[in-house]
Structure formats: C-alpha cells, structure tokens
C-alpha cells in the first residue's frame, strides 16, 4: 500500500516547514512510526515518523528546501507498486536547466567552425548553446574532449576562470548562498513584527558588580563542590530580574488584543546562539528557585539548544528576556524586544573601571545594563524603577548568593 509522507503542520502559526536531514535513504525498508526525518520549523527540529510500512521508494524534497505544510515531501509502497505519477513530479536535473539545442544545431553529435586561419574546432552542440547564453568566445577555448572537442564543461571551467581573474568592480561575487528559511526566517519575521509595532524606548544604567566578582571568585569552587554547580553572573541577574519582576510587575506583562496582560508567573527566557542563530528557552517561575536552581536550569536549557534538542514547549510562555553577550567581549548594545513582551534585558561585559567613590578614584567592576521597552505599556520612569531594583541585588549579591565560610 502506498504511503504519502506530507509535511504536518505541527502548531498553528506554521506555514512550513525546512528538511533539516532523511533518516533513512531512498530504497530502505521503513516500518509505521518509525523516524523518518527531521524538519525544522519555529525554531525547533522535530522527527516525523514513517506514516506507514514499506520502502522508501521516492525522496521529493532534499535538505535545506522549504516545503509548504501539507505538501509530499516523500512516498513509502511496495517495491512492484506503481508510484509513477510521483515521479512525473521530480523535476529533472543537470543537462535539463541548458537549453535544447536547435534544429540546425542537432544534426550531428558535434558541429565544428573555422575562425580566419585558425585550425577547426569540435563543438559539442550542447557546449555551443551554453556558450551563447553565457557570452564566451569558443576560439578563446582549449577542448579537453576526444580530438580536442569542446565540451560543456570546457566552457564553464573557462567561464570560472574568466570570472576569477578579472571580476567587474561593480560585480558582488557570491561566495555562498545560505538558506533563508527556518531558525533564520523566523528571526526575522518576529523581530520585523517587533521593530514595527513596538514603539521602543531605551533606558540604561551602570552597575557595580565588584562584589559580586569578590564573592564568585572566593566561592565557586565550594559551590561547585556542595551544589554541583556554580552561578555565573548571568545567573545572578536572571534572579535580580526575578525580583525586580515581582517589585514591578507591569513589566512582567504583554500588550495583547487591545489589553494589557500582566502575568503571575515570571518566566524569563534567555537568549542562547547556537549553530543557526539565537534562541531563548525559558527559565519558568524563576522567582520561585534559589540561585541553584536557576544555574542549573540555566545550564540544562542552554545545552539542550546547542544540541538541538529543544522542543517547543521550552521556548513557550516567556514573561520576559535577558540577553547578554559580555562574554563575547561586547561593551554595550540595545537589543530588539520580543514579541509580544513588553520588555528586554541587555547585559554588557565587565570591565575594570577607574570610578568616583566618596571623591576618590577607585578601580571598580563594572557592567552596563539596557532596558528596551514597549513605550505603549512602561512608560520611563518604571523603566528607570525596575533597574533601580535589578541593580540594587547585583550591587548587594547576598541577597541572591550566600557567601561560604
């Protein structure tokens, strides 16, 4: 019986789907349920399994191609089952995309021509054709074929190099064409959605976190021996921003429909790059865990993603986004909220800084904090209120972080 493996719609914003990789190839056996192949859609991967048993007599769509939901990407029959009509779908390859030669280019195998003095040359007809449309001098070619015949590859090779050696200066020579589909098209389709509709506002706050560096410093090897892990200062402000959520809980909200939904829980999600771009799985009710716990979740979250192994309920619910690319050397930058919260945490590095305390200059850590936010829900003042409060536990870290005796 043939089978007809269709690209699902797996949620209800999904329009398509990208083939990520084929577990089994073209001519093996399948059996019912059994994983067939991975697509990837709203930034998670998932692995659809084989619709019924059988061999997998025909792939349709190959990795990297966007498939429509729905759409066939595959069939599974009997090897004495008929699946022609499918294969009438595959649109042929190599020689099909060169233009069929004409008539009088057809008569025979290779057509030949004499330029002045110069000797005969053999021309494949499909090398001539090729040549017209690509604009290349065949007398300015040495055929590689049998007598010095040009072939199609002749003159593609010849064209490589052409274009190789003198490229036009107005001419952008491609290097690689990547897909833009997935993890990368639903980037950007959020984040246009958020720059257009969300009228932005920034505030920005500098924090002393010397303390906060003493105290890791001294203990994180005694938390890693007592607890199995050791808070990073990420951590650390993913509990400063539990706090500050609960003092100020507009910003724990969404602009939905009309109304302003502000939420009980406190799911903060935090941004984590991986291999196809930036993803943010959720730390959920983070004002309920110790420092600890949100490590270790943290951990668990973020190495999950690298392996491409987070589903989509692990990046559902978010209240609230931190992002922070401090390790990554950068110093500051505003980030672009995402939808539908209200409200993103950006967090630059830390840096040794000469600062003013009680009218001396004092070598201080210090990290610079934005906020960017929905101008339509905060207004600057809570804004400027809810860093307040974020700086204020990441200048007094023992009330996130015990210190060990």
């Known amino acids: 019986m043939i089978s007809e493996v269709r690209m699902p719609r797996l949620d209800e914003d999904m329009t398509e789907g990208t083939i990520n990789s084929w577990l089994k190839n073209e ?6 349920g059994e994983p067939l192949v991975e697509i990837e859609t709203q930034k998670v991967n998932y692995q659809i399994e084989a619709p019924g048993s059988g061999i997998l007599r025909l792939i ?14 595959a069939v599974i029959a ?7 009509f499918y294969r009438a779908s595959v649109p042929k390859k190599d020689e099909s995309a060169i233009p069929a030669p004409t008539a009088s280019e ?41 007598g010095g015949r040009i072939t199609k590859d002749d003159v593609l090779n010849f064209k490589s190099r052409k274009e ?8 952008r020579r491609i290097r690689q064409t990547l897909p833009f589909s997935g993890v990368r098209k639903t980037i950007a389709t ?13 505030n920005y706050m500098s924090v002393d976190v010397t303390e906060l560096s ?34 100020h809980p507009i910003v724990n909200s969404a602009l939905q429909e009309g109304k302003i939904e502000v939420y009980e829980d406190i799911n903060i999600s935090i941004a984590v790059a991986y291999e196809k771009g930036l993803i943010t799985p959720v730390v959920r009710k983070a004002d309920a865990r110790d ?28 209240t609230f986004t931190i992002t922070n690319l401090g390790m990554y050397d950068v110093e500051f930058f505003v980030p672009i909220i995402n939808p539908p919260e209200s409200a993103i945490l950006a967090v630059g590095k830390v840096e040794r800084k000469p600062v003013v305390i009680n009218e001396a200059i004092a070598i201080r850590s210090m990290m610079r904090l934005c906020l960017a936010y929905d101008h339509r829900v905060l207004d600057g003042v809570v804004a400027a209120h809810f860093l307040a409060s974020v700086k204020a536990v990441l200048e007094n870290p023992k009330m996130v972080i015990p210190e060990e005796n």
């Open 190 to 202: 959020r984040l246009s959605e958020s720059w257009r509709n969300s009228p932005r506002a920034q």
């Open 164 to 171: 190789d050696l003198v490229a036009p200066a107005t001419e």
């Open 60 to 73: 349709l769509a190959h990795r990297e191609e966007v498939v429509p939901i729905n759409a066939i990407i």
């Open 106 to 146: 057809s008569k025979g195998a290779e057509t030949s021509e004499v330029r002045g003095d110069e000797t005969r040359r053999i021309v494949s007809p499909v090398a001539r054709k090729l040549a017209s449309d690509m604009g290349v001098d065949l007398s300015k070619i040495q055929g590689t074929g049998p």
């Open 291 to 318: 420092i600890f716990n949100i490590a270790r979740e943290s951990r668990r979250l973020a190495d999950t993603v690298r392996k491409s192994e987070h589903t989509s309920q692990m990046l559902a619910g978010s």
């Open 27 to 32: 001519g093996d056996f399948v059996n019912t």
């Open 214 to 247: 003493r105290i890791r410093e001294k203990n994180k090897a005694v938390w890693k021996e007592k607890h199995g892990v050791s808070p990073s200062v990420n951590d650390v402000i993913i509990a400063a921003a539990a706090i500050a959520l609960r003092e």
């Open 78 to 84: 009997d090897h004495d089952e008929d699946i022609s």
